[in-house]
């Protein structure tokens, strides 16, 4: 399948949405240091396209079905690429943020139509496959882009914004290699009744909700730990790259070969506790540490919990969805991830104003802590599976 050209773009069209906020988490305290802004205010410019991505995202999806997605595909990346070049030239923190939650929306539009092009294409075995690759790749441009965006920021962070404009040569792209590509499909008011029931499983409510939880946990390291280690080891855009990088290739390497083989010995919901409470004690220690090795090993462990939990999390809901609808319901896993997201910092932000930097992963510890007691205590089920 990795030969597949088509797969190959579409993977990479889909990691974009990582690179959205995730080059601009290690330039955030350059920008705020220049451009005079407030760091609560200015923690919404790594969150606020989280929000608009999650409420997009599922209308954008009931676009492509109707129209084709590759004619959401190309216009989103070309307006991925304007909304997003067009930071580096704005002063203002709310025109600043209007141009962030527009760039949210040009994501939202590149998630739905991506995953939907990856279902279309692919069938059974293939398609869960073609999906894990989507998830793999999630992950490697995870480290990839907060390196490129912090080696950038550490020449001006203005330039980190040019990085957004790599969707334009992948639109031009899309049109070539995918226009046969183009056919709607069709909705039927059967799958549709199937969707609101397979929506009102308490399984599925819990899944969503655990995700949501999970990304809160995880972008509480991705916006707050830059601030953090700025302020107490003088951390420059370069090494809060390296730092973030480091978090990415602990989820990497645990996804890949500890995740899989953890849910069938534990069951979803043990082995999701695990990830969570190994989250828990990073975030409770990160405050006590001022050694690089250190921090960089617990920013690796802080991976490491969060690759066992995101995958665990995703393989449920594809268990859980019946074919026809698994991208749909793929689709509204990854719209709570990037609700999550934009929460984190409207429920961090008072804590941080409030009693500091160590508090906010304190209450970021303790969220994760409670998510891994209620599934021990609740997750009786040893492996969510379908009826």
């Known amino acids: 399948m990795l030969r597949d050209l088509k797969l190959l773009l579409l993977l990479l069209a889909g990691s974009l949405t990582t690179m959205t906020g995730g080059i601009v988490a290690p330039i955030l305290p350059e920008m705020i240091q220049q451009l005079h802004f407030d760091p609560g205010i200015a923690a919404h410019l790594v969150s606020i396209h989280c929000l608009t991505i999650a409420l ?22 070309l307006l991925y690429a304007f909304f997003g070049t067009v930071g580096a030239v704005i002063q203002s923190i709310l025109p600043l943020l209007v141009s962030r939650a527009l760039l949210g929306v040009a994501s939202g539009g590149i998630a739905a139509a991506s995953l939907g092009l990856l279902g279309n294409m692919y069938e059974g075995q293939q398609r869960s496959q073609a999906l894990a690759y989507a998830t793999s790749t999630l992950t490697i441009t995870g480290i990839l882009f907060p390196l490129l965006g912090g080696w950038l920021g550490n020449i001006n962070w203005r330039l980190t914004f040019g ?13 070539v290699m995918l226009r046969q590509q183009t056919q709607p499909t ?3 008011q059967i799958a549709s009744n199937k969707l609101g029931h397979i929506l009102g499983d308490r399984r599925v409510v819990g899944l969503l909700m655990t995700l949501g939880g999970a990304s809160i946990v995880m972008y509480t390291v991705v916006i707050y730990a830059p601030l953090y280690f700025r302020a107490t080891i003088n951390a420059g855009a370069a090494l809060n ?10 989820a990497a390497i645990v ?15 043990q082995a999701s506790a695990v990830g969570f409470a190994l989250m828990a004690v990073t975030l409770a220690t990160l405050p006590l540490l001022d050694q690089l090795f250190l921090i960089l090993f617990m920013a690796g462990l802080f991976g490491a919990g969060f690759g066992i939990v995101l995958p665990s999390l995703y393989s449920a809901l594809a268990d859980i969805a019946p074919a026809n609808l698994r991208s749909s319901i793929l689709a509204l896993g990854a719209g709570a991830g990037f609700l999550g997201q934009f929460c984190s910092p409207i429920l961090l932000s008072p804590v941080l104003n409030r009693s500091g930097l160590p508090s906010v992963f304190y209450t970021a510890a303790s969220l994760s802590a409670a998510i891994a007691i209620s599934l021990i205590l609740f997750g009786s089920d040893r492996r969510i599976t379908t009826n």
């Open 255 to 269: 996804s890949a070969f500890v995740a899989k083989r953890l849910v069938q010995s534990l069951g979803t919901a």
């Open 241 to 250: 790259g390296i730092i973030l990088a480091t978090r990415a290739i602990g």
């Open 56 to 77: 997009s995202s599922p209308l954008l999806g009931i676009l492509a079905d109707k129209v084709g997605s590759l004619w959401v595909l190309v216009p989103s990346l």
């Open 186 to 188: 069709k909705v039927n």
């Open 163 to 175: 990085l957004y404009s790599l969707g334009i040569p992948l639109a031009v792209v899309a049109v």
